[in-house]
């Protein structure tokens, strides 16, 4: 009886770790574009300030890569924002759906107002 009531505790453990798991890969991946974009600002004002006409041509290619990255950041945000409020969807859902505590007695159903 007691396997039934921890059942899905491993399930919802391993869900967590994937889902901290995901998360810690989105938040490298938008460090790695911003360490990026540091070093397209730095190239651009240099190019700017060189005032060669090479230059400030290569800086409208560089302009549109940084622009590709922030747009890139930007959807990776709204991703991890998406997930996020899945998971806290999902973990609502989990305590409010009237579980049994490890002593046995059931948690009553929890209502939320809206």
Known sequence: MEGDVFSGFGERHNMDGKLLQSFQKSFVDVQD???????????????????????????????KELNNNIRRVASLYGD??????????????????????SDGKANPKRFRSG
């Not at 360490?35 to 290619?61: A, F, T, Y």
């Not at 991890?80 to 505590?101: I, M, P, Q, W, Y």
């Open 33 to 63: 574009i911003l360490d990026q974009n540091r070093l397209l600002i730095n190239e651009i004002n240099q190019n700017h300030e060189s005032k060669l006409p090479d230059n400030l041509g290569r800086n409208v290619s560089l302009i």
């Open 80 to 101: 991890l924002s998406h997930s996020f409020a899945r998971s806290v969807d999902a973990s609502s859902e989990g305590e409010s759906s009237g579980t049994l505590k």
